[in-house]
């Protein structure tokens, strides 16, 4: 990029590639003072980060000259941000109350949810044998099903008695037995979540459910009493067999990996009852609010964003790691992927120009702290630098014992992280033990520090707090999409390897390999089908 805020950078950079973190600590007594935000029931401590506020002063300046702003407004009015697919982004339309483009479409569709949960609560949803359904199958991938899997995993502990939830994604059959094996077929309902009703996946594991079911219960009109479908492609779930009244709908202005906030909600409404699902609209709604009308400088998203522009592209580091510390949040990082990479793994501009420098980093992550015993040896000591995201929560459920043990070691990775441990420190410790082979242990002792690292805490994990805190991700992946110049909100690098599968599948179908496959491909493809022989 040419831009005077993003040269302003480069060469501030170099002022900033003098200092290491724990120097600037002792240096600064009162950094966190200075880089840590309260804000909307949390805290956000940025100050392990390898900046100061004359960098974060420049970044403000980046965003100003992308028009961050003007961006912002165009989001929240329904603006066609999506200029590929020609789409207005409207997910925080679903969460707000107030007068807006899309209010009397979302509150009929959310009036529609309220009484299906209802029913289904009351025991008064009845299968197809006359008992009441109080099993749910979710079959969905991607955006149609990281958010409900997340959510219902987070908010475990609000869940209504005697509701089981179960989810079927991959197209691997595995995947579908594994859930077949542990359902009632005369008390499940079956929730086909898919925007477009066309995602191969879905619409292979919902046929093979059908049948299933159908052979279970020897009623051919099972299907109509316990299938719901979800869905902007009213057309195909009526085709497929679902009753009309079992589809609720969403629509082509709220992108599949921020859909969890429309009738995608549903699994998880059935779960928690329609008053917490609502809970966590209000937490994402908050959220929007506080983005919307904050200053930079006060404003999570975007300081998150420009942290991680700061990192990406500056720092040239090219990965990034979700760490919760609460298991609740497992699956956090999934989430992330999806909605991070998928947003914003881009290297196309808004005007069709390749992009000339770094967009989305690798995301990954664990709930701590069982990734402490996987993968923080690299986090502490790789060659690669991965700036982390730490996630805490004052409250527990449960024992105090746990969970003392469980933020201490949070504090103390990102402490360890920034810090590090120099070779006089390792050797010095060493000699105190007197211990032998000083000059081998020492330098593999040593830790280079200087690990950047933001940490969020908040008071406890309800849905107000879960909606808040994904909005937060939401809004970070659209500001840096702004500062990139990209299009978040398609997703048009996973088309290629679909059509290509379509060949692929005719081949295996057909036990015939075409010439038009490359040798790779055709000799991978001949060695499958002599061992399924
Ligand atoms: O992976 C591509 C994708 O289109 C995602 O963006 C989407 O969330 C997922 O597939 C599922 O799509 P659908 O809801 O249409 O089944």
Known sequence: M????????NKHLGDIQNHQLRDLFASQTDRFQQLHLEFEGGLLDYSKNRLNQVTLDKLFDLASEAKLEHWRELLFSGGQINH????????????????????????????????MVEQFSQ????????????????????????????????????????????????????????????????????????????????STNMRSCMRWLVEKTGDQSVIQKQFIGITANTELALKAGLAANNILSMWDWVGGRYSLWSTVGLPLALLLGMDQFRQLLAGAHSMDEHFRNQDFNKNAPVLMALIGIWNRNFLNLPAY???????????????LQQLDMESNGKDV?????????????????EAGTNGQHAFHQLLHQGTTTVPCDFIGFRQTNYSQEHHHILLSNMLAQSQAMMTGRTLEESTAMLQAKNAERIDTLAPAMSFSGNRPSNTLLF???TPFRLGSLLALYEHKVFVQGIIWNINSFDQMGVELGKTL??????????KSISNEFDSSTAALLTYLMQQSD
């Open 321 to 335: 790691a979700v760490l919760p510390y609460d298991s609740r949040l497992r699956s956090l990082p999934r989430y």
């Open 123 to 202: 025991k008064k949803w009845l299968g197809s044998s006359n008992k009441p359904l109080r099993e749910v199958v979710v079959i969905g991938i991607g955006g149609s099903y990281l958010g409900p899997k997340l959510a219902s995993e987070a908010l475990q502990t609000y869940a209504q008695k005697d509701v089981l939830v179960h989810y079927i994604s991959n197209v691997d059959a595995h995947d579908m037995h594994e859930v077949l094996g542990l359902i009632d077929p005369t008390e499940t309902l079956f929730i086909v979540i898919s925007k477009s009703f066309t995602t191969q996946e879905t």
């Open 349 to 365: 501009d808004r005007h069709g120009k390749a992009c000339t420098y770094q967009t989305a980093p690798i995301l990954f992550g």
């Open 84 to 115: 590929t697919e020609q789409r207005a982004v409207l997910h925080t339309a679903l969460r707000d109350n107030k007068p807006n483009p899309k209010q009397t479409l979302v509150s009929r569709e959310l009036d529609r949810m309220q009484q």
């Open 2 to 9: 040419t831009t005077v805020a993003w040269k302003a950078l």
């Open 501 to 510: 599968g379509d060949k692929i599948l005719q081949s295996l179908q057909s």
């Open 459 to 461: 008071d406890r994990l």
